[in-house]
């Protein structure tokens, strides 16, 4: 599988940004997808999930504020509202096989797209 992440840049606090994950080159039909991030000097983190049947999961850090959706079973977005600083990283699209936890072991990863919130 391979996945393009695109739809970053830089923000007001209180803002809005769309990401967006494109995937390609899949066969399996159980998949989780999903978005972390990682902001400088920290360790990446789980930011939201979705499964193949459109189950989400959202950290408690984004909750009420960011949404996963998917349009379709190639392109996974990352709805984020009320952007604030803190919500400065690069994020990160991932898939992996559908079992398991789907906040950890992911087997293939997007190359990453800046956000940055300015406050």
């Known amino acids: 599988v391979q996945l393009q992440a695109y739809g970053g840049g830089l923000v007001q606090a209180g803002g809005s940004l769309r990401l967006s994950c494109a995937a390609s080159?899949?066969?399996?039909?159980?998949?989780?997808m999903g978005w972390f991030r990682q902001a400088p000097e920290k360790e990446r983190e789980f930011v939201a999930a979705i499964t193949w049947t459109g189950v989400t999961y959202h950290a408690g850090s984004v909750k009420g504020r960011f949404t996963i959706s998917r349009d379709n079973a190639k392109n996974t977005d990352l709805q984020m509202n009320s952007l604030k600083p803190e919500d400065t990283a690069v994020y990160y699209c991932a898939e992996k096989g559908g079992s398991g936890s789907v906040y950890r072991d992911y087997d293939h990863w997007g190359q990453g797209t800046q956000v940055t919130v300015s406050s």
């Open positions: 080159g899949r066969t399996r039909s159980m998949y989780f």
